[in-house]
């Protein structure tokens, strides 16, 4: 079987380390095994979408390396979903639910006061016809839930191990909003099943998310994916990451002048066994990439080794390498030059303080 993974950000903002630490040991575990790595752009809000974020997107993605095999738009594939949710409401997969916002937040709170786990109870099944047309007179539009079929979902996970889920646990999910939006779930899903994706590589905050989607892979009639599900990243002190931390988006990374090497082999080897160190290609981070080297607690974002792996990334740099970025810089004064001032630099743009002390301009 060829491996086949997918990164399907929301062109809605700005790329940040902890997304492309999702695309980047997507992309490192499907070509050190010569699969696929496909981008898949999740565009179904198209309010909230814009064609400047998707732009940024593929530059962001490009400069680090990350390139793909196959393109896709959800917002071009409307059709499908709705193929999918017809499919579920015939089968008694999907069945639409009247309450309100504030309806079920007043439910929730009851049960809650009751000691009862705030699940959805379900009561729209009970609807008759007539009742929903009464409340659909009213000027109310259903939302639409998975049925959930109230069992143990398990599966082997590539970073955690056994996994478990008891869907009896959830509340039936929305799959699709009162305004007829769908939600992430099914378009995920139907995109994995028609794009033939083998493995979901993620946050282990979607854990318990993957026992819905397992059912809705089943309730269609697909083949289940294997799934990962990676420590998330927290900051050096344990903390979630935050913007005290430096700018986390990698446009903004990149304008400061760190190097994508150094941004990949720190994202791609934190929170692993492997020694903390600039890779020499992306290749050789995929080369040496593994679920088992992996650890249970979450991985630290320090930006001071960020910096370190910056400086190693700049010292290994040769002349050939940095002369077009030196003459961009209006600062190229040979190999000699070079050679012997970028074992001082932090930053590649560092060195046109270096070019002035030595011109004394």
Request: glycine share 8%; with cysteine.
């Given at each position: 079987?060829?491996?086949?993974?997918?990164?399907?950000?929301s062109?809605?903002?700005?790329?940040?380390?902890?997304?492309?630490?999702?695309?980047?040991?997507?992309?490192?575990?499907?070509?050190?095994?010569?699969?696929?790595?496909?981008?898949?752009?999740?565009?179904?809000?198209?309010?909230?979408?814009?064609?400047?974020?998707?732009?940024?997107?593929?530059?962001?993605?490009?400069?680090l390396?990350?390139?793909?095999?196959?393109?896709?738009?959800?917002?071009?594939?409307?059709?499908?979903?709705?193929?999918?949710?017809?499919?579920?409401?015939?089968?008694?997969?999907?069945?639409?639910?009247?309450?309100?916002?504030?309806?079920?937040?007043?439910?929730?709170?009851?049960?809650?006061?009751?000691?009862?786990?705030?699940?959805?109870?379900?009561?729209?099944?009970?609807?008759?016809d007539?009742?929903?047309?009464?409340?659909?007179?009213?000027?109310?539009?259903?939302?639409?839930?998975?049925?959930?079929?109230?069992?143990?979902?398990?599966?082997?996970?590539?970073?955690?191990?056994?996994?478990?889920?008891?869907?009896?646990?959830?509340?039936?999910?929305?799959?699709?909003?009162?305004?007829?939006l769908?939600?992430?779930?099914?378009?995920?899903v139907?995109?994995?099943?028609?794009?033939?994706?083998?493995?979901?590589?993620?946050?282990?905050?979607?854990?318990?998310?993957?026992?819905?989607?397992?059912?809705?892979?089943?309730?269609l009639?697909?083949?289940?994916?294997?799934?990962?599900h990676?420590?998330?990243?927290?900051?050096?002190?344990?903390?979630?990451?935050?913007?005290?931390?430096?700018?986390?988006?990698?446009?903004?990374?990149?304008?400061?002048?760190?190097?994508?090497i150094?941004?990949?082999?720190?994202?791609?080897?934190?929170?692993?066994?492997?020694?903390?160190?600039?890779?020499?290609?992306?290749?050789?981070?995929?080369?040496?990439?593994?679920?088992?080297?992996?650890?249970?607690s979450?991985?630290?974002?320090?930006?001071?080794?960020?910096?370190?792996?910056?400086?190693?990334?700049?010292?290994?740099?040769?002349?050939?390498?940095?002369?077009?970025?030196?003459?961009?810089?209006?600062?190229?004064?040979?190999?000699?030059?070079?050679?012997?001032?970028?074992?001082?630099?932090?930053?590649?743009?560092?060195?046109?303080?270096?070019?002035?002390?030595?011109?004394?301009?």
């Open positions: 079987m060829s491996v086949k993974v997918r990164f399907a950000p062109p809605t903002g700005k790329l940040h380390v902890g997304n492309v630490r999702t695309a980047l040991v997507n992309w490192l575990f499907a070509k050190g095994q010569g699969g696929a790595f496909v981008l898949r752009i999740d565009d179904t809000d198209l309010v909230r979408s814009t064609q400047e974020s998707e732009d940024n997107i593929e530059i962001d993605l490009k400069w390396g990350l390139t793909w095999d196959e393109r896709y738009n959800q917002s071009k594939r409307f059709d499908r979903y709705e193929e999918a949710a017809a499919r579920l409401k015939a089968d008694g997969r999907l069945y639409p639910c009247y309450e309100t916002a504030d309806e079920l937040d007043r439910r929730r709170k009851v049960q809650l006061s009751r000691g009862l786990p705030p699940i959805y109870d379900r009561a729209a099944l009970s609807l008759t007539a009742e929903k047309a009464a409340l659909e007179a009213e000027g109310r539009r259903p939302h639409w839930r998975f049925k959930l079929e109230g069992k143990r979902v398990a599966w082997e996970d590539l970073a955690r191990g056994h996994a478990e889920v008891d869907t009896a646990s959830m509340s039936d999910p929305v799959l699709i909003r009162e305004d007829g769908f939600l992430y779930t099914l378009p995920s139907v995109d994995d099943i028609d794009m033939e994706i083998t493995h979901i590589i993620r946050g282990e905050d979607h854990v318990t998310n993957t026992g819905a989607q397992i059912e809705i892979f089943e309730a009639g697909a083949k289940v994916p294997g799934f990962a990676m420590p998330l990243l927290v900051g050096a002190d344990g903390t979630a990451l935050s913007k005290r931390l430096g700018s986390l988006a990698i446009m903004d990374m990149r304008a400061d002048g760190y190097e994508p150094a941004i990949t082999s720190h994202l791609g080897k934190i929170g692993t066994s492997d020694n903390l160190e600039v890779a020499a290609s992306l290749q050789e981070l995929g080369e040496a990439f593994a679920f088992s080297k992996m650890g249970r979450p991985a630290r974002y320090d930006t001071a080794d960020l910096d370190r792996l910056n400086a190693q990334a700049v010292h290994a740099i040769d002349y050939a390498a940095a002369k077009p970025r030196l003459e961009a810089l209006g600062v190229d004064l040979g190999e000699a030059f070079w050679n012997t001032v970028k074992g001082n630099l932090s930053k590649f743009g560092d060195v046109v303080e270096m070019a002035k002390i030595v011109t004394g301009r």
